[in-house]
């Protein structure tokens, strides 16, 4: 059986088993790209939320489809292929409210 490695999700050097980077100077490289994308996705998302004819008549979605697929080539490219994104449970395990339904108790 091999052993199992936990890579730094930045760097990709070794890191413990509970963590998911080895320093604390990867874990702000990981967070500080996640804001620079976020911040080029969050107008175009909330067009596409809150100004549907507008977005959908210039193509919001797929804009916001190419940027997903344009950084994930930079990842395989850059980063050796490792996510640059959160576990998904993890960040609905941070916000339970993102799974209730508006108006039930």
Same mark, same amino acid.
């Given at each position: 059986? !091999?052993k199992?490695?936990?890579? *730094?999700?930045? *760097?990709?050097?070794? =890191?413990?088993? !509970?963590?998911?980077? $080895? @320093? %604390? #100077? $990867?874990? %702000?490289?990981?967070n500080? =790209?996640? !804001?620079?994308?976020?911040?080029?996705l969050? #107008?175009? /998302?909330?067009?596409?939320?809150? #100004?549907?004819?507008?977005?959908q008549?210039?193509?919001?979605?797929?804009?916001?489809?190419?940027?997903a @697929?344009?950084?994930?080539e930079?990842? !395989?490219?850059? =980063?050796?292929?490792?996510?640059?994104w959160?576990? %998904?449970? #993890?960040?609905?395990?941070?916000?339970? /409210?993102? =799974? @209730?339904?508006?108006?039930?108790?």
């Amino acid at each position: 059986m !091999k052993k199992r490695v936990h890579a *730094c999700l930045e *760097c990709g050097e070794q =890191r413990s088993a !509970k963590g998911e980077f $080895c @320093s %604390t #100077d $990867c874990r %702000t490289a990981f967070n500080n =790209r996640r !804001k620079a994308r976020g911040a080029e996705l969050h #107008d175009l /998302y909330m067009a596409h939320r809150f #100004d549907r004819a507008n977005a959908q008549a210039l193509g919001v979605l797929q804009a916001m489809n190419r940027l997903a @697929s344009v950084w994930r080539e930079e990842d !395989k490219a850059r =980063r050796a292929g490792r996510r640059s994104w959160r576990a %998904t449970r #993890d960040v609905l395990a941070e916000r339970p /409210y993102l =799974r @209730s339904i508006r108006g039930q108790a």
